[in-house]
């Protein structure tokens, strides 16, 4: 009989950290959205300028995203790798193939064709699409995690 109810209270326990967990990520700060559209942006419209620009963007884009994460984890105690749910990794490698295609075109048309208008508005979609990016895993990782159960 104790070994049942042991089984019981460590899978109780789980639900509840589960729960706990969840209901830190019900929220969502405006800084998180913003940070996230704007290095998407950068790493997509930077690539269509000279590649010393294109670093710097691609520099402050990491600083932004690595901060991101401190911030998050020191608020929360939480930190999901994008790639690592099972269900959500899917919405993760479509956004990054969506912004690979659009660094594409930036440096098609921002570097060899010297349009530089495309660069910024590739910027501007990447940046939107970050965010729907982002929303997206994360319904898709609520459902897995909550499969799991």
């Known amino acids: 009989m104790s070994d049942t109810h042991d089984a019981k209270a460590a ?6 950290t589960r729960e706990q967990a969840f209901s830190k990520m019900n929220y969502w700060p405006w800084w998180y959205d913003a940070g996230y559209a ?9 690539q269509g300028f000279s590649t010393a620009i294109g670093m710097a963007c691609v520099a402050v884009a990491i600083a932004i995203l690595v901060t991101i994460m401190r911030v998050w984890q020191d608020r929360t ?19 990054a193939a969506l912004l690979i295609g659009l660094m594409g075109v930036s440096i098609w048309f921002g570097r060899v064709q010297g349009v530089v208008w ?12 970050g965010v729907i990016g982002m929303r ?6 609520r459902i897995d995690v909550r499969s799991v159960s």
Not at 11 to 16: D, G, N, S
Not at 81 to 87: A, E, I, K, L, T
Not at 118 to 129: D, M, S
């Open 38 to 46: 704007l290095a998407c942006a950068l790493l997509v419209a930077g």
């Open 118 to 129: 495309v660069p910024f508005a590739n910027g501007l979609a990447a940046a939107v699409l």
């Open 11 to 16: 899978l109780e326990q789980i639900r509840q």
């Open 136 to 141: 997206v895993w994360m319904r898709l990782y």
């Open 77 to 95: 105690g939480v930190w999901v790798n994008g790639y690592s749910p099972r269900r959500a990794r899917w919405a993760a490698i479509g956004l």
